[in-house]
Every structure is written in structure tokens, then in C-alpha cells.
């Protein structure tokens, strides 16, 4: 039999450059994990989060002194338009969340809205959006977090979420926290649960997490500087 896992590991990563799991067959049409016959061939490495993370970080565009002078952008629009990048960022965020009950993917504007819906349709949940003030025709709830420099507020329709969902928060970046911690508080206010956030990258010099101590906080990509 195949390692349990293996199949993960190929769904996972499936562009040459991804897939360090490989398979070889001669004459054994199915992709399915059946025992091997006698007349077909399985290679496969390790393939370590790691690994993962590196190759993707190759995808990603890094631009000097933008938006202003002394910040090193990342720039993600590089990685979208990599087919099998772009899948490997939705198949990692669905493997980890696979043994979560998800009802809703909670994407929040403007990036969130590229992941959260393919993750949503993945995990075979639905999606909600979270907008800037006075994008929503319907009758809105609303969160207002500080800033470094003043304040901003997020909205989301009020019969988004009903009491006792469990909702997954997702968005391009984790920076300060401070966003994700305002979505989360909007989650709870409704009544819903709050499964988790998951980012794409994460910037861990800028300490996010610790304005979500009480969520299982996940980030596919890590940058220290």
C-alpha cells in the first residue's frame, strides 16, 4: 500500500517544481491509493512545510522602497498567476483545516476576497464577505479598531452568520493583528465561532499573533524582516 499520506503530498504540490512526491507507473491507469502491483514503479521524497514555504516564497515578488521608502514590499499578484502556486496556497490552507468543521470561510476586503472563496468552495463551505463601511446594501453590523494613527471599521451583513456557525477567518496578510482581531470580534458579536484565520504570509517581526492569543492562528508563509 501507498504511505497514507502520500496522496496528500502529490495533491498537495503538484507543479515539477512542487512535487517532490512522485509517481512512476508502467501500465496501472489508476491514480486511486490501491496496493501497488508487481509491474509499477512508487518514488517519493519527503516534502517538509518547509520545503513548501521556500517554494513558494519564489513565487512572490519582493519590491524596495514601495510604498514609501525603507519598506520592502511583497508582492503576491506574482504568486496568483501561478496556476499550480495558487493551487498549492488553497490545497495547504484546506489540508490543515480538513478536520475542522467549517460552515462559513469569512474573507475580508480587499485580498480576502482572492483566497477565502476558493478555500470556502474547497472545504465545501460557504463564503462571507467583510467590507469596508457602506459597501453592503442590506442592514450591516459593524466593528470599529484603532490604527496606529486613528481608526477604521469593517462591515458585514447581519444575517451573515446565524448563531452557532463555526467560521473560519482568512485574509492575504497577517501584519499587526489588529484587522483579524475586528472580524473576529464581529464573528463572535453575531453569535457565531470563530475555527481559526488563516493567512497567506505572515509577518512575524510585527507580532500579530499576540492580538489573537485565543484562535488557532495559521500562516502558509513566514517572513522575519
Known amino acids: ?3 497514507p499520506d502520500l496522496w496528500q503530498r502529490i495533491s498537495l504540490f503538484p507543479a515539477p517544481r512542487f512535487a517532490k512526491a512522485a509517481l512512476a507507473f508502467r501500465a496501472w491507469p ?3 491509493p490501491q496496493p501497488i502491483p508487481s509491474h509499477a514503479i512508487c518514488v517519493y521524497t519527503e ?3 518547509e520545503d513548501a514555504m521556500e517554494d513558494l516564497k519564489k513565487l ?3 519590491v524596495p522602497d514601495f510604498p514609501k521608502p525603507g519598506i520592502l514590499f511583497y508582492d503576491i499578484t506574482t504568486l496568483l498567476k501561478d496556476g499550480s502556486g495558487f493551487r498549492a496556497v488553497i490545497d495547504g490552507l484546506k489540508q490543515h483545516y480538513a478536520d475542522v468543521k467549517v460552515d462559513l470561510v469569512l474573507g475580508i476586503e480587499a485580498r480576502g476576497f482572492i483566497f477565502a472563496p476558493a478555500l470556502a ?3 465545501g463551505a460557504g463564503f462571507v464577505p467583510i467590507r469596508k463601511p457602506k459597501k453592503l446594501p442590506a442592514e450591516r453590523v459593524s466593528v470599529t479598531y484603532s490604527l496606529e494613527y486613528g481608526s477604521d471599521s469593517l462591515e458585514m451583513h447581519a444575517d451573515a452568520i446565524k448563531p452557532g456557525q463555526s467560521v473560519l477567518i ?4 497577517l501584519a499587526t493583528g489588529g484587522t483579524a482581531a475586528a472580524a473576529a470580534r464581529m464573528v463572535q458579536d453575531v453569535g457565531g465561532t470563530v475555527a481559526g484565520m488563516g493567512f497567506v504570509v505572515e ?5 500579530g499573533r499576540r492580538k489573537l492569543p485565543n484562535y488557532d492562528v495559521f500562516s502558509l508563509i513566514q517572513y522575519d524582516k
Request: aromatic share 12%; glycine share 0%.
Open 1 to 3: 500500500m501507498l504511505p
Open 60 to 62: 512572490i515578488r519582493e
Open 47 to 49: 516534502y517538509s512545510p
Open 170 to 173: 482568512v485574509d492575504d496578510l
Open 203 to 207: 509577518l512575524t517581526f510585527l507580532s
Open 30 to 32: 489508476s491514480r486511486s
Open 121 to 123: 468552495y474547497a472545504l
